[in-house]
């Protein structure tokens, strides 16, 4: 049984998922509502071994007033050979991110790997298209990262001013990046109206979204019904419930 991670734990341990211990090693604030955390990593990635992929994300275990709280973190430049990696948190109000704040050198914290996974498109697209937000923002770079002989256009939703000081890997001669203050459904909005015509042809085209769970299954809908993309070119993810 996973001891302190409630059925979470005990339906991840039957569906073989396994645990591992990080170990932190410093932390530092990118902005005011950004901060990366640096870990060792307790045998993960020599464990992941070939099967470490782009996007890749661990379960992690917070305790909130005596009870298992489980978010999901994307890898930050991991470094098999190294053992380390780092988290990137876009801080809210949350125990994950209060656990971030007060994060110092031999904190340690329990990590579940069970469920992720990444197909690289085949055949590969012409331009990535991609759509996030700062909680996204790690995967995204990962993703630019694995594909660095691609164009890209990235259609970023902003909360804080601040947020134009994240660390997006972009290439200037490669990358289009592609504010979207948060509103409402502006963001929805703004890739419906300019997405279509970088689209080209959606047997071949790939579009990568990770945003908040309703405006990941607008979109998705809207890519596979009004613009026809096949199933496999799409990768969607709801990363986080508005309240």
């Not at 001013?161 to 994240?166: E, F, G, M, N």
Request: contains cysteine.
């Amino acid at each position: 049984m996973a001891v302190g991670k409630g059925w979470e734990g005990v339906v991840l341990k039957l569906l073989r998922g396994k645990d591992f211990t990080f170990t932190v090693t410093g932390a530092e604030d990118v902005t005011e509502h950004y901060r990366r955390v640096y870990f060792t990593d307790g045998g993960l990635l020599a464990a992941a071994g070939e099967s470490l992929h782009p996007t890749m994300w661990v379960r992690v275990w917070f305790q909130n007033a005596g009870k298992p709280h489980q978010r999901a973190y994307t890898l930050v430049d991991p470094d098999p050979e190294a053992g380390t990696f780092c988290f990137e948190f876009a801080l809210h109000d949350g125990v994950a991110s209060d656990w971030a704040r007060d994060a110092k050198p031999g904190d340690t914290i329990e990590a579940t790997v069970q469920g992720t996974g990444f197909s690289a498109p085949a055949p590969s697209p012409e331009r990535l298209l991609v759509i996030g937000d700062p909680a996204s923002l790690p995967a995204i770079n990962s993703l630019l990262d694995a594909f660095p002989g691609l164009p890209a256009t990235i259609w970023f939703e902003t909360q804080h001013t601040s947020d134009t000081d994240l660390p997006v890997r972009l290439d200037a001669e490669r990358h289009d990046m592609r504010r979207v203050p948060r509103d409402g459904t502006a963001l929805a909005d703004r890739v419906r109206a300019e997405l279509p015509e970088l689209l080209g042809d959606p047997g071949s085209a790939y579009v990568w979204l990770a945003c908040d769970t309703a405006t990941t299954r607008t979109l998705t809908a809207y890519l596979r019904k009004d613009l026809g993309l096949p199933k496999q070119r799409v990768n969607g993810l709801g990363y986080w419930r508005a309240a």
